[in-house]
């Protein structure tokens, strides 16, 4: 049908149309799956809100913990202690000053079983004590004067847990690790990666992932 | 049903699941009328006190090349498979020191390690997603290395933990990164039953630790970085049967205690608890403020025979020996002489309780027992 001038139909121009929208089934089970799993989580709530009642008080529990402790022998715990007649001797020897003897004097004052020697104190107080040898509270600026042995924490790299044979940087260490992907978001940085810091998280995730490790 | 009134289902279910958990928070809290701390100096504990030689360090195991991420006693305790950064396992001979094998591992990424309840096998896992089972008696390769003998394959993510289930050398659970837990069966190398995952009730994060009860083997605990620990029987994949709360961080590590009713976990909250299993009620929280701003996270832990004393290892190096009963540190290993010089990554008490050994990442294992005298009658 040709078309004319006045009175004919104009057909409208052709329009292309969007592809139809295809149903997402996996995402509706995956979702319906996860309905009924909270539904059923609920009923258990439900179920053991009801029996929280009828349940013992704490009390009754810490009796059975304590009793059960207390008439069990265990290795690993002193018991009454023996007593040193072999000491008395080293601790009247230790009473005149013992800057020779400072090792013995040290075990004898801080009751050290008399067979075993302490470390020797070097540059701590001069008092003959072992447990100032410990230097337990040395922090970094001062620990070299402290004991002859430093510990891990007279480290000069700010987190020297995380770095051990890794030169320290700012932050954390660096550690390559191959199949890390991806952009890194909060404790998920490199997905194969278990328990990566927020501080060693940075865009480029595959080639500074930080482990724990 | 359309899309959009499931989501709106699934809020609604959420905020159910929340109020519930929350109501059931507050019905618990109306039972702790008490934890162990108060109830032992109620009735006139007194504490263990430890004299500075009392628990000394008698044996150190070198030979590791890397950080110790694991270590395992045989139940004869005369022996301790540890699993290393280095790509290898090492078996000692707990009294002389001797290593009696070194094997080196096909995926050098091992996070941990255990011995089977019989000493012939070990078994470790990492990020390969596997667990690999190595007979000790086996003949070695040309190479010189101990083959694989059974391969777990079936997680889909890294493999943190794995015991043996004890009196067996057949069954293995194993913890995830992939949500789950599996108890697998080695003859055939299959899953024998899987804890949690995608359409299951379990931990919404990966998996970081398991205890296998040595009361009654049935069942287990693990520790997870959704910051619960949940107890399950092996009888029963499809929901945990219960849900312990109260962590505010991952958990790293769980540990029966000796009476198999009670377990302890260790967190990145800094935090050591004990929970009853047969109530849920959480009986104790082991913490000691520090002075700095930065909490040291509980990486391991283990108890002594009696369960009196809880050994903790922490993120900073220290080791620390709690008294169960009145919650107070009565000996840090992490400061004594001879200790590690790193942070105790892994703890285990020998069969017998007379040993504890620590491994750390200063590559080396320690063995500490009593050192200390004791009445004779």
């Known amino acids: ?213 | 049903m359309p899309v959009a009134e499931l989501k709106e289902r699934h809020a609604a279910a959420i905020e159910a699941v929340n109020d519930l958990r929350e109501r059931l928070k507050q019905r618990r809290q109306q039972l702790l009328d008490t934890d162990v701390a108060g109830y032992a100096r109620s009735h006139g504990r007194s504490q263990v006190t430890f004299g500075p030689t009392d628990l000394v360090c008698c044996r150190t195991l070198q030979g590791h090349t890397g950080k110790v991420y694991s270590l395992d006693w045989t139940p004869e305790r005369d022996r301790i498979v540890s699993a290393s950064q280095d790509g290898r396992l090492i078996v000692w001979n707990a009294q002389t020191s001797q290593k009696t094998h070194a094997i080196k591992l096909p995926c050098a990424w091992v996070m941990t390690c255990a011995f089977s309840p019989t000493g012939q096998s070990v078994a470790c896992g990492g990020l390969d997603s596997m667990c690999s089972i190595f007979n000790l008696n086996s003949a070695t390769d040309r190479d010189g290395n101990l083959p694989v003998s059974v391969t777990l394959n079936g997680h889909k993510g890294y493999v943190s933990c794995c015991q043996y289930v004890p009196d067996e050398d057949i069954h293995i659970i194993t913890s995830s990164g992939d949500q789950t837990c599996v108890l697998w069966d080695i003859t055939t190398g299959l899953r024998t039953t899987v804890f949690g995952g995608e359409f299951q009730s379990g931990h919404t994060a990966d998996v970081l630790s398991v205890s296998i009860n040595g009361a009654n083997s049935r069942v287990f605990v693990s520790g997870s970085c959704d910051g619960t620990a949940r107890l399950w029987d092996t009888r029963v994949a499809s929901r945990a049967m219960r849900t312990f709360q109260g962590h505010e961080g991952d958990v790293n590590t769980v540990k029966f205690f000796p009476d198999g009713n009670r377990f302890g976990t260790g967190s990145d909250d800094g935090t050591c608890r004990l929970f009853d299993i047969r109530n849920g009620h959480q009986l104790q929280v082991y913490y000691q403020q520090h002075s700095d701003k930065e909490v040291p996270l509980v990486t391991s832990i283990a108890f002594s025979i009696s369960g009196r004393l809880l050994f903790a290892g922490y993120s900073n190096g220290d080791c620390y020996v709690w008294d169960t009963l009145l919650a107070r540190v009565v000996l840090n290993l992490g400061s004594v002489q001879n200790s590690h010089e790193n942070r105790i990554s892994c703890l285990g008490l020998s069969a017998d309780g007379s040993s504890l050994c620590t491994g750390s990442w200063d590559t080396n294992l320690k063995i500490w027992a009593f050192g200390g005298h004791r009445k004779v009658i």
């Not at chain 1, 349940?55 to 290795?75: G, I, M, W, Y």
Request: one cysteine or more; hydrophobic letters at 20%.
């Open chain 1, 1 to 213: 049908m040709a078309a004319g001038s006045g009175g004919s139909l104009s057909l409208p121009p052709p329009c292309p149309k969007s592809p139809p929208e295809y149903p997402d089934l996996y995402g509706k089970r995956r979702e319906t799956a996860k309905v009924q799993m909270l539904e059923r989580e609920i009923s258990f709530l439900e179920v053991e809100l009801k029996s929280v009642g009828g349940l013992q008080h704490a009390s009754r529990c810490c009796k059975e913990v304590t009793d059960f402790v207390t008439t069990n022998s265990d290795p690993l715990i002193p018991t009454n202690r023996k007593n040193r007649k072999s000491c008395r001797l080293w601790k009247w020897l230790c009473g005149i000053p013992c800057f020779n003897l400072s090792m013995i004097c040290c075990c004898c004052y801080s009751e050290c079983s008399c067979h075993l020697t302490c470390r020797p104190c070097y540059n701590c107080n001069d008092m003959c004590d072992c447990s100032l040898c410990k230097c337990s509270s040395c922090n970094c600026n001062s620990c070299l004067s402290c004991c002859t042995n430093p510990r891990r924490r007279c480290c000069s790299c700010p987190k020297s847990q995380c770095c051990g044979n890794i030169s320290c940087g700012k932050t954390c260490c660096i550690f390559r690790f191959p199949s890390c992907k991806d952009r890194c978001y909060r404790w998920k940085c490199c997905p194969k990666c278990p328990k990566v810091r927020l501080c060693c998280c940075t865009k480029n995730c595959c080639n500074l992932c930080c482990f724990l490790f």
